[in-house]
């Protein structure tokens, strides 16, 4: 899978980006015999388990820092990645609000870092506008992706019972159940189960709704059922990677690779078609090359460079009958921008959205223990939907396993300040580390026209590509939300838990912005769930793809990912983007016959 040897320069379908929807879509078009390209921006380090191991190694001599997620990777100026941090040499920010997502370019994107949560859309969200009179309608429904879903959760290898799924109008098909079990709940947990229990409520717009805690569906090894093998390490053998071990870490970096990242299905898709499938990496896609007649795409341009963080490189072309942009919202839509992609509906690069994240920090009225087990195992999920949506958005509430943002070097800096040392210090730290509890809120928020990607020749990167340029902010809806989840959610909480209260709004942590509406101030963060920007639809006056994943006015490109979402809702978007890839793989299969 290196970019060595006698380079080809005509396939079936060049796919630009190897990331999760990149690699599941090329692995189906290598299985059906079609000759398949992969493009990546990044290296392909990771693929290697030695390599893989050293991240692993760095990653704990950073001093497990929390809000690093790209910190276990080496930077690669070639190929630059955005961080969570305020300086961050990528990202144009123009306001009036910091975009605070990143993403990883390198082979295996994103998926080398993220949480491995992998929950379905509810059937109400795509009907936002026609349930609550907001946003607007996707052009397919629930029903018409739930095929897809079950496909992708096997694909990536979900742990999970249906049983605990069945929530909020999800459906799953008669006799069917994710690949593995689910993960078992952390020990901290059990405060929320225990007390929350089946009679806690709140009173919002439009009645009264439940405190209901689930188990979290996870992309991550556990017990396998019948008729599922687990996906072992990337790598030409899979020899290493087995069951989750509760390391805690899964964000940044999983020390023994049991979540799933797309580096596994690469690795599968090249066992299983290895005649079929090339991946070149350290090739930055610049520009695709369009017939001015007929609107096809007759080439990837790219450029290719030789020793990561070196601007020196060559430019070389591809071809592809089928030419699919699977890389993330934004860097999708910076290549059709630069290209000049045709878009009759003006929608290109508009419509960014993510989760508005909120962290509601207590101390528990006994020890539970976190850093133990998986960073997340169960959540409040029961204010995913409900009539209050015509008033201010949806959010769902993650039980974090690892205690405070910051924690514990926060705790043992300010017990220091406080000058306890000796007996006095250790018994203060052990009392506060084993008590931490937080609620990480992912807040739904619309999509806006003025929320966008755009590119300009003033601003480009050291091989002369154009870097983003964001213009982003927090809607009213999203911020009223976060005023009931303070003022009715949070509250009702801590009073049927016995926790103390411990949110701190006074100091920004890390990675967090502050943001002040209607006389309250939030900290508000971005957890890397990057949604819009070629948002599908039925028509090319309103949309720039269709509900196949292709170009209105390109006939043989297709945009893949979590850009083609119409909204966001509150599920973590990488299961649904994985969905629609696969949905999209058949027509493009098709179109190849």
């Not at 390209?37 to 290296?43: F, K, P, Q, S, W």
């Not at 490109?557 to 809702?569: F, H, R």
Request: proline share 6%.
């Amino acid at each position: 899978m290196s970019s060595e040897g006698l380079r080809r320069a005509d396939f079936d379908v060049v796919i630009v980006g190897g990331g999760v929807t990149g690699a599941l879509l090329a692995r189906q078009v290598a299985r059906a015999g079609r000759s398949v390209l992969v493009l990546e921006a990044g290296t392909a380090e990771a693929m290697e388990p030695a390599n893989y191991r050293e991240y692993v190694s760095h990653y704990y001599e950073m001093g497990l820092r929390r809000g690093a997620p790209n910190g276990p990777y080496p930077p690669n100026l070639s190929a630059l990645s955005p961080n969570d941090a305020n300086q961050d040499p990528y990202f144009v920010q123009e306001g009036p609000q910091r975009f605070l997502s990143d993403y990883l370019r390198m082979l295996g994107g994103t998926t080398l870092h993220w949480q491995g949560t992998s929950v379905r859309l509810l059937p109400s969200d795509f009907r936002l506008q026609s349930e609550y009179g907001r946003a607007v309608d996707w052009p397919i429904g629930y029903d018409e992706l739930e095929p897809f879903y079950r496909e992708a959760e096997w694909e990536l290898g979900v742990s999970a019972n249906v049983e605990d799924q069945r929530n909020l109008g999800v459906w799953f098909a008669d006799g069917y159940d994710f690949p593995m079990e689910r993960v078992p709940q952390s020990y901290g947990d059990r405060l929320f189960i225990e007390t929350l229990g089946l009679d806690s409520y709140i009173r919002l717009y439009g009645g009264e709704y439940p405190l209901r805690v689930v188990p979290v569906p996870t992309a991550r090894n556990s017990n396998p059922r019948k008729g599922f093998t687990p996906q072992g390490a990337a790598g030409d053998d899979g020899s290493e990677g087995g069951r989750c071990q509760g390391n805690s870490s899964c964000s940044p970096i999983c020390p023994v690779q049991a979540k799933y990242n797309a580096l596994k299905t690469l690795s599968a898709a090249r066992r299983e078609g290895r005649d079929h499938l090339e991946v070149r990496s350290q090739c930055v896609a610049s520009r695709l090359i369009i017939d001015s007649e007929s609107g096809r795409i007759t080439g990837v341009e790219y450029k290719r460079y030789f020793v990561p963080g070196q601007a020196e490189h060559v430019t070389e072309v591809v071809r592809g009958k089928v030419v699919v942009l699977a890389a993330n919202a934004v860097e999708n839509t910076v290549l059709a921008l630069a290209s000049g992609i045709v878009d009759r509906s003006g929608q290109l690069g508009r419509n960014l959205m993510d989760h508005p994240y909120l962290a509601l920090n207590g101390l528990a009225p006994r020890p539970v223990y976190p850093l133990r087990g998986p960073d997340i195992t169960s959540a409040i999920d029961s204010l995913r939907d409900g009539k209050f949506r015509e008033k201010h958005a949806a959010f769902r509430a993650s039980i974090a396993n690892w205690g405070w943002i910051g924690e514990p070097v926060g705790g043992v800096t300010q017990l220091l300040g406080e000058a306890r040392f000796g007996r006095e210090f250790r018994q203060a730290l052990r009392e506060r580390l084993t008590r931490m509890v937080r609620l990480g809120i992912f807040l739904e928020q619309l999509p806006e026209a003025g929320n966008r990607v755009t590119i300009d020749p003033s601003h480009t990167g050291p091989m002369g590509n154009f870097l983003p340029i964001l213009n982003y902010s927090y809607d009213d809806y999203s911020l009223d939300g976060a005023i009931v989840v303070l003022d009715a959610f949070w509250p009702a909480v801590l009073d049927k838990t016995g926790i103390a209260d411990a949110t701190d709004f006074r100091t920004v942590p890390s990675g967090f912005q502050q943001v002040n509406y209607r006389g309250r101030t939030f900290n508000i963060m971005g957890p890397g769930h990057i949604v819009g920007t070629h948002r599908m639809g039925a028509g090319a006056n309103s949309s720039v793809i269709d509900p196949n994943q292709r170009s209105w006015a390109h006939p043989n490109l297709y945009m893949l990912g979590a850009g083609s979402m119409v909204t966001i809702g509150t599920g973590n978007p990488t299961l649904t983007a994985a969905a629609l890839s696969l949905r999209a793989s058949r027509h493009i299969l098709r179109e190849l016959e």
